[in-house]
């Protein structure tokens, strides 16, 4: 239980058809610290209010409620990778590694030792028996569908986790908390980053890291230096504010070369590639031996896209796409569907097949 109306809906749903529940919320983040800091308050998923909000609903529902410290393993498993992605040139995304980690192997875990049959919670997924192996599939609601977030699962997990809120859409489940007397019917959504609570992620990664180590060259796709920049981690594949460059026309990051700290910037078409290399892979389905043409989604809010995935050696994928794709960025997750079937997924480890080249490259008038 999150504090939020999607977790909190689907406990007293569960309740409501006679189920025993438990309420358990997790307890990531020492949000005073930040405050104290800062002399700020925020509110994200997560927070101390969230924490109080969870335990709100459990004493309204009647049920037992405990919150597990997870604030060590959170720190190792997603802060610290959060950090080394940014200062190795590549763009993290937290949330996919909080769910794998923290949600469905540490707490599951916990769960399970507590005899509970069941993990569930508020995600917008969909988890079928079909012909016996668990699929996973988008929930009605695209406009909330989560699958993205959870590609990690595998077949035991899925044994045992439940998604009751796949089958509906956001105003059920704020209609179900309303009609349940919940005080989080219309708690609105939180955005940031949890453990980046002001949005400020460059001051976050310099308080934990320093600053002035990542400093270096921006550099256009021809070779020429256009000017310098502040570190590597400030900048993020697509991103075409903050450069402070003149050029005829704009520029995007389309490149980080953490090693020599070089920030590469080109035009828009530089953003376009045909494929990437994708590792660390799970597979839903049987692994493909053969190359698979399926779907790919880049981004959370990227439409999937045709695409032909095909395994190397190594366990990694290729994926190429059929129209080149734009802001294709390592560290970020690649997803695979059938239709509303996540099929697999992995972590973006480099792009190929830019569609500009350095020679025909734009260059500034002398």
């Known amino acids: 239980m999150s504090g939020g109306v999607d977790s909190s809906v689907a406990a007293a749903l569960l309740k409501e058809q006679g189920c025993d529940v438990i309420g358990m919320t997790m307890q990531i983040w020492d949000y005073s610290r930040f405050a104290a800091e800062h002399g700020e308050s925020f509110g994200t998923c997560c927070s101390l209010d969230d924490v109080y909000d969870a335990r709100r609903v459990a004493e309204s529902l009647q049920i037992p409620f405990y919150v597990v410290n997870f604030e060590k393993r959170f720190a190792e498993e997603v802060i610290e990778r959060f950090c080394d992605d940014y200062f190795n040139g590549r763009t993290p995304n937290p949330c996919v590694i909080c769910n794998q980690v923290l949600k469905f192997e540490i707490l599951l875990r916990r769960a399970r030792e507590l005899q509970a049959d069941y993990l569930v919670t508020g995600h917008y997924a969909r988890i079928l028996l079909e012909g016996g192996r668990y699929a996973l599939r988008k929930g009605r609601d695209r406009n909330k569908d989560q699958t993205y977030f959870l590609f990690t699962l595998n077949q035991e997990q899925m044994q045992y986790v439940r998604f009751p809120l796949g089958d509906m859409a956001k105003d059920e489940v704020r209609q179900h908390a309303a009609r349940l007397g919940l005080k989080v019917a219309e708690k ?24 002035g180590a990542m400093n270096g060259d921006i550099v256009h796709v021809n070779g020429q230096v256009l000017g310098r920049h502040q570190g590597t981690y400030r900048y ?24 020599s700290r070089q920030v590469i910037v080109g035009e828009k078409p530089c953003l376009e590639v045909s494929n990437c290399l994708v590792g660390r892979v799970n597979w839903m389905i049987e692994a493909p031996r053969q190359p698979l043409d399926a779907a790919c989604r880049i981004r959370y809010r990227h439409h999937e896209v045709p695409s ?59």
Do not use: H
Request: net charge negative; proline share 7%; hydrophobic share 35%.
């Open 236 to 259: 993020t594949i697509g991103q075409r504010r903050g450069l402070g460059l003149s050029w005829p026309q704009p520029l995007y990051v389309v490149g980080i070369d953490a090693a």
């Open 308 to 366: 032909r995935m095909t395994t190397q050696e190594d366990g990694s994928v290729q994926v190429d796409f059929q129209e080149p794709q734009s802001g294709v960025t390592p560290g970020q997750a690649a997803v695979f569907y059938d239709g509303d079937r996540v099929l697999g997924g992995g972590w973006i480890l480099e792009t190929n097949g830019a569609s500009c080249e350095v020679g025909n490259a734009a260059k500034p008038e002398l």
């Open 188 to 211: 609105p959504e939180s955005q940031d980053i949890c453990f980046v609570p002001d949005g400020d992620y460059v001051r976050f990664l310099e308080e934990q890291r320093g600053a």
